[in-house]
Structure formats: structure tokens, C-alpha cells
């Protein structure tokens, strides 16, 4: 099973913007949807956007719709472009690849490989 690995996670201010790579730690992504996810202290995990391997379709959370976006790179990493950051944002970000498991309208887990987090905080 491929492992994933997540970078980009950093400090940054209110109103900012931030950009997450996903990729595969050997080769490249095939076949598998790959999606993110965040979890802050205390609360629960929080689907935040997903894309399909066909057709590239994107999914993403209500509490980052419009202000996130996930990409697909030529090399085949997937992105999460984040702007217009909110302190409620803060939170680890982790970065999964297999096959998501929909309820209520939403991606509530993707069975296959989890990357280890990504810290984002979004402060003054």
C-alpha cells in the first residue's frame, strides 16, 4: 500500500493563504480518489475537500467551500490551495488516498493510507 506524505503546514495570519502538497512517497497516485481532512484540539475529525481519479470531480466540506481548492499537479501531488484563513481553520491536516465512504452528503472517511498531519495555524 502506497504511503502518503503531506508538507506545507505552517504558521500563518488571519486572512492568509497557505498551499498543502499530498503525494505518494514512491510513483504516483493511480486509480485512488485522494482527499483531506483536518482535525483541531478537542474536536472531531472534519472532511475538508476530496477529488476523484476520474474525471477529476472535487468535493468539498461546508465550512471551506469557496475558500479552499484541491488540484491535481502534472506530477501528480495533490494540492490544497487555502486562502482567506480563519483562526478556526487551525488545525492538523491530513492527507488520505483510497476510496472514500460517503454519509449525509458527506465524505466521512477514506479507507487506504493516511499521511502522519500537517500543522496549520492560522493566528495573529
Known amino acids: 500500500q502506497v504511503q502518503v506524505v503531506e508538507s506545507g503546514g505552517s504558521l500563518v495570519q488571519p486572512g492568509g493563504s497557505l498551499k498543502l502538497s499530498c503525494a505518494p512517497s514512491?510513483?504516483?497516485?493511480?486509480?485512488?480518489?485522494v482527499g483531506w481532512f483536518r482535525q483541531a484540539p478537542g474536536k472531531e475529525r472534519e472532511f475538508v475537500a476530496l477529488?476523484?481519479?476520474?474525471?477529476?470531480?472535487k468535493y468539498y466540506g461546508s465550512s471551506v467551500e469557496g475558500r479552499f481548492t484541491i488540484s491535481r499537479g502534472d506530477n501528480g501531488t495533490v494540492y490544497l490551495q487555502m486562502d482567506s484563513l480563519k483562526p478556526e481553520d487551525t488545525a492538523v491536516y491530513f492527507c488520505?488516498?483510497?476510496?472514500?465512504?460517503?454519509?449525509?452528503?458527506?465524505?466521512?472517511?477514506?479507507?487506504?493510507?493516511w499521511g502522519q498531519g500537517s500543522q496549520v495555524t492560522v493566528s495573529s
Open positions: 477529488i476523484q481519479w476520474v474525471g477529476d470531480l
Open positions: 488520505a488516498a483510497g476510496d472514500p465512504l460517503w454519509a449525509r452528503g458527506t465524505v466521512v472517511t477514506i479507507e487506504g493510507s
Open positions: 514512491e510513483g504516483k497516485f493511480r486509480n485512488v480518489a
